[in-house]
């Protein structure tokens, strides 16, 4: 089969190495030209994101040439010699590379297992290579197969079940404890560049109302300016405490801003309604005895760290189901790409039959010239369809078969058959 | 009659079984499938139950509301209905936390159902009955529910504070959601369980002969005013804040587990709650 991945990735090369094989998006359309030129035709998506430079490609000539002239499309390309990144490079041939193809665009190969951008970025380079026509037939299924595979991987399995960075988890877990954020205030305290992004993460899922509180007044005026918040004096902190849903400490304060006694006071004020605390702040900025309070949840550094470990990990154990439902794309298109063999046969076998039916309508048509537009048009339809319909089984039939069964056995049988010409 | 009833109630239990094994492997596995299954199950428990119910009711010219099989049946019926009710949308996962109390119900009933489904009260009919028994079990139904969403609360609740915040813990609605559905579920079983005592109370009124004039005395009344001002301090407790979060899904825990207790004790040990309801009032 002539399909063939060929590229590098973060698991076998270093930054350094990607980033000067890398093909910048507007780039491409100009790469996809130089490589088609390069393979005299065929069909190519290139797919070029920080972590992997990829070539998929599908052509007559064989797997193994057609490996080298992409190698060497690469050293061109990138004024580079073959020997710096050939120890780097992976060359998927046939059901390897639809594998790896549905591998990637699954996220299984991605280096946070699990992640949804890759879909898009694949999704990309093939909507990239369509414009450019270097898609053919076959290239466009197989992306089509990854697209579907990759959906029903994520979709009944838990390869992308919860987040993995801190800003993501602190809004993942914001979700779980309240419906909707719209109507919640955040409260962030200090003002480290962790902190500001996990509060940009929680503004960008709609969190209603903000309170910065930070030592220096004129700081916390600012970021209130720029984020649309309401600046708080430090100074009125416990005051300021029972309005905020959600507390996101981040400052340089070596001993604990807040104890069990600001919560207590603070639930207290708001009829015992629940609060979450996200504190990044390392030393740590609220008592660990505040998670010992009703109706208050706090995470700190090490339990967002826990909580990414264990989506991490309840990720990789879905790796398993998500390989058998790769496994099972695999060998649907491999068996839909060796039907492909019986097509020559199929249409010769359908043109024959429709020749038949040609000639002897025209007898019929000869022999009854009184048959008004209409009625002509009716009978042509009528043998048309007729064909058609005792082609339809044994020609599926037909796929089926060279896809399981020897192809050339099948073929030549059927040849024989039909008394087709040998091609 | 009697045998294809209970052969009714029965396959309903089993329909009840399988939506409590589908339940257990939806908490297992997360498979949306396996709770879509619980969901059918139950339904179709319910409604094998609700057929039994009026095979009942045909043959015995009654309202099959009476005899702790009975009760238990119109029970499991009315709780499926909460569930499909409060569990339903972003929490429709939490059916999956419904279907083993309501299978443990459906056995209970079905195992008392072949030694009273011969018989049945030749007195307690009317509108009055049907109204205030059936305004009992609705009430009940909804403090079931409200146990089953402490209980889902609870697992939320702990496992956000133990950090633990994979598996089902990501199937479950927001420990708000849950709050949320808990006070209303409290509310209208409170709601329900006030009318109760009001309809049962004119009930008392109008017929005097049935139930005495000692009626308040009976050890049912008497339990049934304790469990109203139960819920009353739960509901209003939690309405100004005092009980809320875990405090409020424990409180309605033991109070739906208390009531729970004390029906099936008296029912195992076979006590009577009505002084006016001993076994000459009852035919064959």
Redesign the interface.
């Known amino acids: 089969m002539g399909v063939v991945a060929v590229g590098l990735s973060h698991h076998t090369s270093p930054l350094a190495l990607r980033e000067r094989l890398h093909f910048p998006a507007e780039a491409i359309p100009a790469a996809l030209n130089e490589l088609q030129n390069r393979l005299h035709g065929g069909a190519a998506v290139i797919l070029s994101t920080c972590n992997r430079v990829e070539i998929y490609a599908h052509h007559e000539k064989d797997a193994a040439a057609l490996c080298d002239d992409i190698r060497a499309f690469i050293a061109g390309w990138h004024n580079i010699s073959e020997r710096e990144f050939e120890p780097s490079l992976y060359e998927h041939k046939g059901p390897e590379a639809v594998s790896h193809l549905f591998r990637v665009t699954a996220s299984l190969d991605s280096l946070v297992v699990g992640e949804a951008q890759i879909l898009g970025q694949v999704h990309e380079a093939f909507t990239l290579a369509q414009e450019q026509e270097s898609v053919d037939k076959v290239l466009s299924a197989l992306f089509q197969r990854a697209f579907s595979v990759a959906k029903q991987v994520r979709t009944e399995t838990?390869i992308g079940?919860?987040k993995v960075s801190v800003a993501s988890i602190a809004v993942?877990?914001a979700?779980?404890?309240?419906?909707d954020l719209a109507d919640k205030t955040v409260m962030i305290i200090g003002s480290g560049k962790m902190g500001e992004s996990t509060l940009k993460s929680l503004l960008a899922h709609g969190v209603g109302h903000i309170l910065l509180v930070n030592r220096s007044h004129e700081k916390a005026l600012v970021l209130a300016e720029e984020l649309g918040g309401e600046a708080v004096p430090f100074e009125n902190l416990d005051e300021a405490l029972p309005r905020a849903d959600i507390v996101v400490t981040s400052t340089a304060a070596t001993a604990p801003l807040l104890n069990p006694g600001h919560f207590q006071r603070a639930l207290r004020k708001?009829?015992?309604?629940?609060m979450f605390v996200i504190d990044i702040a390392v030393p740590r900025n609220v008592e660990p005895a505040v998670?010992e309070l009703?109706?208050v949840?706090v995470?700190d550094v090490d339990?967002l760290k826990?909580?990414a470990d264990?989506?991490l990990?309840?990720r990789h154990e879905a790796i398993g189901q998500c390989l058998r439902m790769i496994d099972d794309g695999v060998t649907k298109f491999v068996q839909w790409m060796q039907s492909l063999i019986a097509e020559p046969a199929i249409l010769s076998i359908s043109e024959e039959l429709h020749g038949i039916r040609e000639r002897e309508l025209q007898k019929l048509l000869d022999a009854h010239p009184d048959l008004t537009g209409d009625q002509r048009e009716a009978v042509i339809q009528m043998t048309r369809r007729i064909v058609n319909a005792i082609l339809q089984r044994p020609m599926s039939q037909l796929k089926r078969e060279v896809a399981t069964e020897d192809p050339s056995f099948v073929l030549q049988l059927v040849r024989r058959i039909f008394g087709l010409k040998e091609t | 009659m009697t045998t294809l009833t209970l052969a009714v109630l029965f396959a309903g239990t089993l329909a009840f079984a399988g939506a409590t094994a589908a339940a257990v492997l939806y908490l297992a596995n997360k498979r949306e499938a396996a709770l879509n299954l619980t969901r059918r199950l139950a339904l179709l428990g319910a409604g094998l139950f609700l057929l039994a119910l009026l095979l009942r009711g045909a043959a015995w010219h009654i309202l099959p509301m009476t005899t702790a099989a009975d009760a238990l049946i119109v029970f499991v019926i009315f709780a499926t209905i909460v569930m499909f009710v409060s569990a339903r949308d972003s929490t429709r996962a939490v059916a999956s936390f419904y279907t083993p109390a309501l299978f443990v119900l459906a056995v209970l009933g079905a195992s008392l159902a072949p030694a009273t489904f011969g018989h049945a009260p030749k007195e307690l009919r009317g509108l009055f009955l049907a109204v205030h028994v059936g305004l009992a079990f609705l009430a009940y139904a909804f403090f079931l529910g409200a146990s089953v969403a402490s209980v889902a609360y609870l697992f939320q609740s702990r496992h956000l504070k133990k950090h633990r915040t994979v598996g089902l813990f990501q199937a479950l609605p927001p420990l708000e959601r849950l709050d949320k559905s808990l006070y209303r579920l409290i509310y209208h079983g409170y709601v329900m369980f006030a009318a109760t005592l009001l309809t049962g109370a004119i009930w008392a009124r109008v017929d005097r002969a049935l139930l005495g004039p000692h009626w308040f005395l009976a050890p049912k009344v008497l339990q049934s005013v304790v469990m109203f001002l139960f819920y009353a301090f739960v509901f209003h407790g939690r309405q100004c804040g005092l009980l809320r979060g875990r405090k409020l899904a424990f409180a309605v825990l033991i109070g739906f587990s208390a009531m729970l207790g004390i029906y099936l004790a008296r029912t195992v040990l076979n006590l009577s709650y009505y002084y006016f309801w001993e076994p000459s009032t009852w035919a064959s």
């Open positions: 838990r079940a919860g993942d877990l979700v779980s404890i309240f419906i708001r009829a015992n309604a629940p998670n009703d109706n949840y995470y339990a826990q909580a264990e989506n990990k309840a």
